[in-house]
C-alpha cells in the first residue's frame, strides 16, 4: 500500500459517519467501564488535557510524520 493510500483510509475513517439508534446508544452508555492495567509503556490516559496535546503536536512534528 503507498502513503498517497494510507493517506486516503485513515481520512475515509476519519471523516466516515455513523448512525447509531437509540438501542445501541444505551447498550454504549451501559457498558462498563474497562480497567486498564498499569504497565511501563507510555500511554496519555493520565496526562492533563494540556500535556497529551502537547504530546500529540511532539510526535507529529517528529521526522516520522514529514
Known amino acids: 500500500m503507498c502513503e498517497e ?3 486516503d483510509m485513515a481520512t475515509t475513517a476519519i471523516t466516515g ?3 447509531l439508534n437509540e ?3 444505551t447498550r454504549i452508555l451501559e457498558t462498563p467501564r474497562t480497567k486498564i492495567r ?3 509503556a507510555f ?4 496526562l ?3 500535556d497529551r496535546i502537547a ?3 511532539s510526535i507529529l512534528k ?3 510524520w514529514k
Open 5 to 7: 493510500e494510507e493517506k
Open 17 to 19: 459517519k455513523f448512525v
Open 23 to 25: 438501542d445501541e446508544v
Open 38 to 40: 498499569q504497565t511501563n
Open 43 to 46: 500511554n496519555d490516559l493520565n
Open 48 to 50: 492533563k488535557k494540556d
Open 55 to 57: 504530546h500529540a503536536a
Open 62 to 64: 517528529s521526522n516520522k
